[in-house]
């Protein structure tokens, strides 16, 4: 009877989520969560906040290498802002009874591939949640301007999905931080520009876009992905990941065009998609 009774009262409360999804009402508190909604919802908050953390500590090097002391205190205050993010992200799987502590022990954050050239695709290298983006080594200024002007854009867009996110201490949270990005998107954009515009260096931000835009196509997910479909039918995600990396792509081709930039070709690994789904106009 125990048994039959924990399952009548798991899908009574799945069914409960389900109303209160569709009927746009928001969720505040763990109690209100069915164990799919609050299984999601930590897989998502743990990639974010491993990302962040991850993000933090692959940025602390690039501060020695800006150009002048204004340049020192723009990337400090990234790097600050990346540790703050991660900790208030970090800050809403504690309130929802995660050992965070326990987590990031548990994981070397500072890992990075020795080869910088290496190609991981979409694979991982370890076993954190991290976008695997943050795997990469970061290793000149330029580097550093293309990660802000590809991978924080990217990142952006990705956090844009999920500003109205049914679960909205997350929501709240998430408003903070894409302000936020927008200053180290646009940290990118300027000094892409500059760079890109400057015969001596235009070459080299070229090769870095070619690396950079290449690693960031791979974090948004296979397209009709099942754990996607699941996130958006519970209101913490609005498009497909396709959807969404069509978007980035979109943007920093109308930004390469300004700045002289030739978009690469990205060629997805798998083979579940016509060529002409991921050609960039």
């Known amino acids: 009877m125990t048994q039959f009774k ?3 009262e798991a899908e009574e409360i799945e069914q409960r989520m389900a109303a209160e999804v569709s009927a746009a009402k928001v969720i505040e508190k763990p109690e209100q969560m069915s164990p799919l909604y609050r299984e999601s919802l930590i897989n998502l908050l743990y990639m974010q906040a491993d990302s962040e953390l991850a993000g933090a500590l692959g940025y602390v090097p690039c501060v020695k290498m800006a150009p002048n002391v204004e340049e020192f205190l ?4 990234i790097v600050k802002d990346e540790f703050r993010h991660a900790r208030v992200v970090y800050k809403l799987l504690e ?25 991981l695709g979409t694979r991982r290298a370890a076993d954190d949640k991290r976008v695997n983006i943050f795997y990469y080594p970061i290793d000149t200024w330029v580097d550093f301007c ?19 996110a049914s679960y909205k201490p997350w929501a709240r949270v998430l408003e903070g931080i894409f302000k936020e990005e ?40 296979r397209p009709n992905s099942p754990k996607n479909k699941i996130y958006r039918e519970i209101g913490l995600k609005k498009r497909d990941n396709h959807d969404v990396r069509l978007a980035f792509a979109q943007e920093v081709a109308d930004r390469c065009k300004e700045n002289s930039l030739t978009v690469p070709e990205w060629k997805p690994d798998w083979d579940k998609l ?3 789904a991921y050609v960039v106009g």
């Open 74 to 77: 723009a990337s400090s205050m």
């Open 182 to 221: 927008k200053f180290h998107i646009a940290h990118g954009d300027n000094w892409v520009k500059r760079l890109a515009d400057d015969p001596a260096t235009h070459d080299a931000v070229q090769a870095s876009l070619n690396k950079w835009f290449i690693r960031t196509m791979n974090i948004f997910g």
């Open 6 to 8: 924990r399952e009548d």
């Open 146 to 164: 293309m990660f802000n002007f590809c991978m924080d854009r990217g990142a952006g867009h990705q956090l844009e999905d999920s500003l109205q």
């Open 95 to 119: 309130n929802l009874g995660e050992d965070v502590d326990a987590h990031v022990s548990g994981h070397d954050f500072t890992l990075r591939m020795s080869d910088s050239d290496a190609d």
């Open 274 to 276: 016509p060529m002409d």
